[in-house]
């Protein structure tokens, strides 16, 4: 399996932009599990080759949370110069690869990069279609993830329903590759704490791990979200015991029944829990 395990993998991935060093250097002691450094959308254009040396500057030296690098599209004029400038940083923890939509870009990526983890972003209708071939691509990929904002504009979805089969086509896809579950997309309403955990919630229950943010504020309601709950590790906890005093299928005294399955999803429960 590409990915890590559960409980190595990051449950809140913070972005903060590129050309804003204070703000950086307030993300990486925010408790977020990674910050993505935005060279990307967050960058306008003529900031581009300040958020660049920046970027390049801060990762010279270590860091205390683990930092990805959110990179310009491939298809434009500045992803070059980021590869460039910032592949070999011996403190860069991952490239994000916006907007991919082809196997190729991941391969051609990863042979210029050669030691670098790679995250593909899958941002359009076409992307989707192919996500399990982009997820496939190259082994030093490790993850994939929707970038919704431009998704929703690309398929003209106005209510948030219309990107469940997208989502659940990345779930699958990330699993079916032997890729960690993808993150959810970032949810835009900062202030609106109440809306955020419910939409993390219904992430949860398509299969989705974590999530990425776009401020401090949104991390503590993503792992409260993410995280098992006291009775999901009090159930785990039960499973274990009883498989491994009675291995094999058998019922529980509250009825729940337990076999190889429920036992598996028991361990990652208390993976993810010792993460805590």
């Not at 870009?105 to 076409?126: D, I």
Request: charged share 20%; with cysteine.
């Amino acid at each position: 399996m590409n990915g890590e395990s559960s409980a190595a993998i990051p449950i809140t991935w913070l972005y903060v932009p590129g050309d804003r060093p204070e703000v950086v250097a307030k993300a990486l002691v925010s408790g977020a599990d990674v910050v993505v450094v935005d060279l990307e959308d967050a960058v306008a254009d003529d900031r581009k080759a300040y958020a660049r040396a920046a970027t390049a500057e801060l990762l010279r030296e270590p860091t205390p949370t683990p930092v990805h690098v959110r990179i310009n599209a491939l298809d434009g004029p500045d992803a070059a110069a980021d590869l460039d400038a910032l592949a070999a940083s011996p403190a860069l923890s991952g490239l994000r690869l916006p907007k991919i939509t082809s196997p190729m870009q991941v391969v051609r990526t990863a042979e210029s990069t050669s030691r670098v983890p790679l995250y593909a972003l899958l941002e359009s209708a076409l992307a989707v279609e192919y996500a399990y071939a982009i997820a496939t691509a190259h082994p030093i990929l490790r993850g994939i993830a929707l970038g919704e904002a431009d998704l929703r504009a690309d398929l003209g979805v106005r209510e948030d329903a219309g990107l469940d089969w997208s989502r659940s086509r990345i779930v699958l896809a990330a699993r079916a590759a032997g890729l960690a579950p993808p993150p959810q997309s970032v949810h835009p309403d900062v202030r609106d704490l109440a809306s955020l955990a419910d939409s993390c919630a219904r992430g949860r229950a398509l299969g989705f791990l974590g999530r990425a943010a776009i401020h401090p504020r949104q991390l503590p309601v993503i792992e409260a979200a993410y995280l098992p709950t006291g009775k999901e590790i009090e159930t785990a906890e039960s499973v274990i015991e009883a498989a491994a005093v009675r291995p094999g299928a058998q019922a529980l005294p509250d009825g729940l029944f337990v076999d190889a399955a429920v036992v598996a999803a028991a361990r990652r429960t208390l993976s993810l829990a010792r993460r805590a």
